[in-house]
T-cell receptor, first 114, second 117 residues
C-alpha cells in the first residue's frame, strides 16, 4: 500500500518568514496530493491540492510543488502570519474511483511567532 | 451552508458501555468516511461507504461498526469502548465522481472527541 513520509514534524518560524514542508510517497500510481490544515480542536481543512499532471500550483501565499520522478511534493507558505500556526498534513491518493482513500503523512506542527 | 455536521462534539462514555457517534452531510456526496485521530497523530481511516457499499479497513477492530441508513447520515458504533478508544473521531465526505472533473476533495466535519472513563 501507499506510504507517505512527512518532514519536519515541527517547524518554528518568525512572522514574515517562509515555511516549507516536504513529503514523499511510495506508490507511483498515486496522482492526487492534497494538503490539509488542522487547527486545535477542529477537523482538517483542505488548503491546496495538486494533481500529477501539474508540477506546481499557487494560491496567494501558498504553493505546492510536485516531482513525480522523485515521488516527492512540498508545501511552501510565504510571508507567514501567526494565524498560519496549525498542524499541516500532506496526503496521497489515486483519483478516479469512488473507493479511493487518502494516505496521510504524520503531520507538521507549524508555529509562527510574532 | 452545506457542510458536514458531527454530533455530539464531545462524548463521555464508560468503559464497555456502547456509544454511537453521528455524522450528517448536506453536500449530497456519495462517499462518507470515518477516521480515528489520536493526539499528535494523523487521521487513521476506519471504514468508508461509497453509497451503500461498505468498505472496512483491514486493521479496524471488530469493536467498531458503522451504519449508513441514507445518503445524508452515517453512524459510528463502538460496541465496547476501551480506554484505548479515546480519541477524536472525524467524519468526512467526498463527491466521488468525475475522474478528471473533480470530486476528489474530502470535506471534514469538526469531529467528536470521545472520552472513555
Amino acid at each position: 500500500g501507499e506510504n507517505v513520509e512527512q518532514h519536519p514534524s515541527t517547524l518554528s518560524v518568525q512572522e514574515g518568514d517562509s515555511a516549507v514542508i516536504k513529503c514523499t510517497y511510495s506508490d507511483s500510481a498515486s496522482n492526487y496530493f492534497p494538503w490539509y490544515k488542522q487547527e486545535l480542536g477542529k477537523g482538517p481543512q483542505l488548503i491546496i491540492d495538486i494533481r500529477s499532471n501539474v508540477g506546481e500550483k499557487k494560491d496567494q501565499r501558498i504553493a505546492v510543488t510536485l516531482n513525480k520522478t522523485a515521488k516527492h511534493f512540498s508545501l511552501h507558505i510565504t510571508e507567514t502570519q501567526p494565524e498560519d500556526s496549525a498542524v499541516y498534513f500532506c496526503a496521497a491518493s489515486k483519483m478516479g474511483s469512488g473507493y479511493s482513500t487518502l494516505t496521510f503523512g504524520k503531520g507538521t506542527m507549524l508555529l509562527v511567532s510574532p | 451552508d452545506a457542510m458536514v455536521i458531527q454530533n455530539p462534539r464531545y462524548q463521555v462514555t464508560q468503559f464497555g458501555k456502547p456509544v454511537t457517534l453521528s455524522c450528517s452531510q448536506t453536500l449530497n456526496h456519495n462517499v462518507m468516511y470515518w477516521y480515528q485521530q489520536k493526539s499528535s497523530q494523523a487521521p487513521k481511516l476506519l471504514f468508508h461507504y461509497y453509497d451503500k457499499d461498505f468498505n472496512n479497513e483491514a486493521d479496524t477492530p471488530d469493536n467498531f461498526q458503522s451504519r449508513r441508513p441514507n445518503t445524508s447520515f452515517c453512524f459510528l458504533d463502538i460496541r465496547s469502548p476501551g480506554l484505548g478508544d479515546a480519541a477524536m473521531y472525524l467524519c468526512a465526505t467526498r463527491l466521488g465522481t468525475g475522474l478528471h472533473g473533480g470530486g476528489n476533495e474530502q470535506f471534514f466535519g469538526p469531529g467528536t472527541r470521545l472520552t472513555v472513563l
